[in-house]
């Protein structure tokens, strides 16, 4: 076996799945970009990010304490404190509601604010070892209300230590934007109520939909929104990523990549050194021994560390950690396929392929997250970009002859400008990023979206048929 042939395979051997389902990370794959620094200080109580970015990685991240040991030094205020689950994507009725018990309480024209501290106070009984109601969310509720000095009294205790309460997978709480608004409002006001108290801290994690609305229209929001942080990636932390990943793939295939990749021990794990961590030479040149110098025979066709990494990006330029790593993943399978005796472990060619399964991948993600999405670009496939935006607009009014509101599906989110016809959703997909609009009026698609929704592009990649 070749030295191209085994590094495929190490690549092939190490986690690259990025997708968190409310599990705790493995050690191995804990990276921390000096962008996300901001978002795990405890005076970050708002942090907002696209799909990808890693909200449900530090939501399960932070409530590991051998994964917030490994933080070191980079976020030592995290270190001895107890956090708690206030709302994640894992159901767990006893601790905070579901989208059901949020449906009934506002029904009953409750107020959301009561319901989120009634959700805090029953996480600071249980670091107090005390009892209160809790039969149902009603029940501790109409104690709060009813007995306000108790549970004054239960928040202003003396306690060992600081507590931190985490907030994410808030689109789950409802499948309508004016009650999820009321909702998350609610919790950013009952996040305020919790600053006055000492040693108590939250982190709410906002989609980038969620946080451009009103939610922050209330008194004194202005607070919260001080210390925002924003999870963003750049392109040398995406390599980094990658290569943190590839040092602690198994046995003799971890060896193989720390032997590439500068490193260093921590503890039980791999960490990649300090000059893994920017945009520098070293960076390059370990990429460069896996995919080569060129996207093709020479310079012409771009240089693969950044073509990787570019050709990922919205139309907001913003490239995932999901989408870079699940095309690198497809790139090492299609080569091992496809390139077996090439000379270095990624072809060229099979790293345009992993561009197109990224593709599918971010599709079907937006599918999930915004299911109108697919209906309405499903109408451009084979369309090639840049494209007139009348001629755009004709394809949708006869896709769908009775207008925008065919577009969206049934018990899920619509698109937030639907009132303002087919303009307000080319705004939307624009600010989603999955349109660009330029300068002369033309629609144009990243190829992340381009790709998976059948678009073409002359000289781009080419959808898979």
């Known amino acids: 076996m070749t030295d191209a042939q085994y590094r495929r395979d190490a690549i092939l051997s190490a986690l690259l799945e990025t997708s968190n389902f409310g599990e705790t990370p493995a050690p191995g794959i804990l990276y921390l970009p000096r962008s996300h620094l901001k978002a795990l200080r405890l005076d970050a109580q708002v942090i907002v990010g696209g799909r990808g970015v890693g909200k449900s990685f530090w939501t399960a991240a932070l409530q590991s304490q051998p994964l917030r040991t490994l933080l070191g030094s980079a976020a030592s205020e995290l270190n001895g404190i107890n956090v708690y689950p206030g709302f994640t994507n894992l159901e767990d009725i ?4 579901n989208a059901d018990v949020f449906s009934s309480f ?6 959301p604010y009561d319901l989120w501290r009634a959700v805090i106070l029953r996480c600071i009984a249980q670091q107090q070892g005390e009892k209160i109601p809790d039969k149902d969310w009603p029940s501790t509720v109409h104690w709060l209300k009813d007995d306000p000095e108790a549970a004054a009294k239960l928040m202003q205790r003396p306690r060992n230590g600081k507590g931190l ?8 709480t409802s499948s309508d934007w004016r009650r999820m608004d009321e909702i998350v409002r609610g919790l950013l006001r009952a996040v305020l109520w919790l600053k006055s ?36 990636w750049v392109r040398h932390d995406l390599h980094g990523l990658l290569w943190q990943r590839l040092v602690n793939a198994p046995g003799a295939y971890g060896k193989c990549l720390r032997g590439i ?6 503890n039980s794990v791999w960490g990649v050194a300090s000059e893994m961590k920017s945009e520098s030479e070293v960076q390059r040149r370990a990429f460069e021994a896996l995919a080569g110098p060129w996207m093709g025979r020479d310079k012409r066709r771009g240089v693969p560390y950044t073509w990787s990494v570019g050709h990922l990006a919205d139309g907001r330029g913003q490239t995932s950690p999901r989408s870079f790593l699940a095309a690198i993943r497809q790139a090492a399978e299609d080569s091992n396929e496809r390139y077996p005796t090439f000379e ?8 345009k392929r992993g561009i197109q399964k990224a593709s599918e ?3 079907q993600e937006i599918a999930e997250d915004y299911p109108w999405v697919p209906n309405i670009l499903s109408a451009l496939k084979g369309t090639n970009v840049p494209a007139e935006y009348q001629a755009v607009r004709i394809l949708w009014e006869q896709r769908f002859p009775v207008g925008p509101s065919a577009v969206m599906s049934v018990n899920n989110l619509p698109a937030q400008h639907i009132d303002r016809g087919w303009d307000g959703l080319r705004d939307d997909l624009q600010r989603l990023g999955l349109i660009e609009m330029k300068k002369d009026g033309r629609l144009d698609m990243p190829d992340l979206y381009r790709v998976g929704f059948g678009l073409g592009r002359k000289g781009g990649v080419k959808p898979r048929k």
């Open 106 to 111: 506002l029904d009953k024209k409750g107020d």
């Open 197 to 232: 108290f000492p040693n108590l801290y939250a982190k709410v994690f906002l989609r980038e939909d969620q946080a451009e609305r009103t939610v922050f229209n209330f008194p004194d929001a202005s607070k919260l929104m001080a210390n925002k942080a924003e999870l963003t």
């Open 344 to 351: 270095y472990a990624l072809h060229f060619e099979s790293i």
């Open 94 to 97: 006893n601790r905070y509601p």
């Open 261 to 266: 990749c500068p490193n260093v021990k921590q």
């Open 165 to 172: 309460i985490l907030f994410d997978a808030l689109d789950r």
């Open 361 to 363: 991948i971010r599709v």
